[in-house]
């Protein structure tokens, strides 16, 4: 290493931003090589994390991942080789990078070294510019593969939310079709094709605003206006009425003022009130009353929908809007669950500057609140 630290000293460091700095573990179990690395990735503008032995390593990396390990090959206890077997065992710590800085030039270790899994090796002594270089190069790999994947998972998001809302439209208009029948009467012939025709729209609508904001560049309130809670109140009623009334529900405002206004989008906030109302309906009794009320909470209105069904449970509370969860509770109706609707609605009212809440209802059954900024 001196070698190292006389190059180090008559050498520029690559210049790197100290603004969100990448963070590299250095682990070597001698401290005056820590020491020479360490000053030299600190002045290329890195955060060094030190570690003087394979079980150390190991624990700060499960406990704050790091961009980069540089990790030396030979060590007492725990070696090198050693160390990178735990590290991709673990799901946690198997995608960081890891560069073996090492004396040994064996050619039989190096082969060792890429079998297990390093990305890449520098021997010592070695040149300043070169390791610089080295782990510049792969920090920047990492850090594109991490803003690929959270692409990647932002898209998976988008096409839940976008399967799940047009399934519920598709499955209001199925519902409808169905109950057709050349014996009903003229009054529940135009109620049937005005529920079509509402479901219809409410999917044209959440597709041409899905459409929109994948077109544009989102920024921070982008689509948001404001809306009367009365017309939200009465799009989703008219929307889920048909399949209230299937089971001999009743779905009713109160609670409401006239005037009450709320700043949102107007998709946005429909998926969720329509997640909150059919959800009652899946789970409330047959025959039993769903109330849509909204009432002002200083700078925000809250709209709630109530029900008579069995509430949730105090094991079910904690896993309530994660996703892929299903609840203890079984739906009235045999109706199917894919364990996304209020996970999604959650998240969707957050995206509105709003939130998304449970209580028990006094006297017995659920209380669903959505906040939303009030205008």
């Known amino acids: 290493m001196n070698d190292a630290a006389d190059a180090a000293a008559g050498s520029e460091p690559a210049t790197h931003s100290r603004h969100n700095a990448a963070a590299v573990l250095v682990v070597d179990d001698q401290p005056a090589n820590i020491r020479v690395v360490g000053e030299l990735l600190s ?9 003087l032995n394979g079980r150390d390593a190991l624990e700060l990396t499960r406990s704050s991942p790091p961009d980069l390990i540089l990790l030396d090959m030979r060590m007492p206890g725990m070696d090198g080789f050693g160390t990178i077997a735990e590290l991709k065992r673990d799901e946690r710590t198997r995608d ?3 560069v073996f800085l090492t004396a040994d030039s064996e050619r039989e270790n ?3 070294a890429f079998s297990e899994g390093a990305v890449d090796y520098v021997t010592k002594p070695f040149v300043v510019e070169e ?3 080295r782990v510049q190069n ?3 790999l990492k850090r594109s593969r991490d803003r690929l994947a959270r692409v990647a998972e932002e898209r998976e998001r988008v096409a839940e939310i976008v399967s799940h809302d047009l399934r519920n439209h598709f499955g209001n208009i199925l519902f409808a079709v169905d109950m057709l029948d050349p014996g009903v009467s003229e009054d529940t012939l135009l109620r049937l094709k005005h529920s079509i025709r509402s479901s219809a729209d409410a999917g044209m609508l959440f597709l041409q605003a899905f459409l929109d904001q994948n077109g544009r560049e989102s920024t921070e309130g982008e689509g948001r206006e404001t809306l009367p809670v009365r017309d939200l109140f009465e799009a989703t009623l008219n929307l889920l009425s048909r399949q209230a009334e299937s089971k001999g529900m009743r779905l009713q405002m109160a609670s409401l003022d006239a005037q009450a206004q709320v700043r949102c989008e107007r998709a946005g906030a429909l998926h969720v009130l329509q997640n909150m109302v059919s959800n009652a309906i899946k789970y409330a009794p047959h025959g039993s009353e769903i109330s849509m009320e909204a009432r002002a909470a200083g700078e925000t209105m809250r709209l709630s929908v109530l029900d008579r069904g069995p509430g949730i449970s105090p094991q079910d509370r904690e896993k309530l809007f994660k996703r892929y969860v ?7 109706g045999g109706e199917t669950s894919t364990g996304l609707g209020l996970a999604l609605a959650k998240q969707r009212a957050r995206t509105m500057g709003g939130e998304l809440w449970y209580e028990d209802r006094e ?12 205008s």
Request: glycine fraction near 12%; charged fraction near 20%.
């Open 43 to 51: 002045e290329a503008g890195y955060d060094v994390v030190p570690a």
């Open 96 to 98: 960081i990078p890891v």
């Open 110 to 112: 190096l082969v060792r």
């Open 131 to 133: 390791l610089l270089a």
């Open 138 to 140: 792969h920090v920047e």
């Open 326 to 332: 299903r609840l203890g509770s079984q739906p009235t």
């Open 363 to 374: 006297g017995g059954g659920a209380v669903f609140t959505l906040e939303l900024p009030r």
